[in-house]
């Protein structure tokens, strides 16, 4: 009888980190987690743009490619500049 309470007792305290372990994972982890996939997606995001901004200033055509789709991008300032320079 004494060894059956030993038994139940281990697992009964196995279960018990095991449901605090999992409760610290998806309390903690979990939130820190996408919290850094966030951060390096926005960061993803403003280096693309930062990009095209930098190829835009240059005026002169550039290429945008996503996926199978590519994009001829020109800056409509250097038009308007180049217009008041011919003027």
Do not use: H, R, W
């Amino acid at each position: 009888m004494a060894d059956k309470n030993k038994i139940l007792i281990t697992s009964l305290i196995i279960v018990v980190v095991l449901l605090i372990s999992f409760l610290i994972y998806l309390f903690l982890v979990v939130p820190s987690l996408n919290n850094y996939i966030t951060e390096k997606q926005l960061e993803g995001y403003q280096y693309a743009l930062a990009s095209i901004l930098q190829e835009a200033a240059k005026c002169q055509t550039f290429q945008v490619t996503y996926d199978n789709q590519t994009l001829n991008l020109f800056a409509v300032e250097c038009l308007q500049q180049e217009q008041n320079s011919s003027a």
